[in-house]
């Protein structure tokens, strides 16, 4: 099987798997806590960006690899982390403007994931000796999209933001029901 196409199918079921177990049972916890309490544990996933700079480490990666693309995912990567953990801080804290705070966090970690994408397919990454690297870009990588995802989702909702009650949401849903003839 080609590098390529192991990559593929790799990142794929990765993908697949994370935004079920994401679906069905992180969705379903997190939905009892209030905004900042569901954020933090997101948060701190990305946290562990730091992860790509074991490339830096003598022996991990093809000496042949474009090293200026690696350098560029890896310092992204622990920007992101930095950035997480600062989010993470305002978040747990409940600081003002905690919630601006992951809105600008999540967009400029998302920026640099769809970026750290790019050098990689352009730079096809996934062809080179990766060492332990291969792991984190095959299990690790697609966690973080689905995060991202699980965050955009949280700050766009208005029913985590706190601005509409649960118990208006069900009272309204018992008179639809309620109406319809049966």
Do not use: C
Not at 53 to 68: E, N, R, Y
């Amino acid at each position: 099987m080609s590098p390529l196409l192991l990559f593929g199918l790799q990142f794929t079921f990765s993908l697949i798997i994370f935004s079920m177990v994401a679906k069905w049972y992180i969705t379903p916890a997190l939905n009892k806590l209030p905004i900042h309490s569901a954020l933090v544990p997101l948060f701190l996933v990305h946290a562990l960006r730091y992860l790509p700079s074991t490339a830096f480490a003598p022996g991990q990666v093809d000496a042949k690899i474009p090293m200026d693309a690696m350098a560029a995912i890896a310092y992204g990567d622990l920007a992101s982390a930095i950035l997480a953990l600062i989010a993470v801080i305002f978040l747990r804290y409940r600081w003002a403007g905690a919630i601006a705070v992951a809105w600008l966090v999540n967009i400029v970690t998302s920026l640099d994931w769809l970026y750290a994408a790019f050098l990689a397919a352009s730079h096809q990454l996934a062809t080179y000796a990766m060492g332990g690297n291969w792991y984190i870009i095959n299990y690790y990588v697609p966690v973080i999209g689905v995060i991202h995802v699980m965050i955009f989702a949280r700050l766009l909702n208005p029913a985590q933001r706190g601005l509409i009650d649960h118990s208006q949401i069900a009272q309204t849903k018992e008179r639809i029901v309620s109406t319809v003839p049966r």
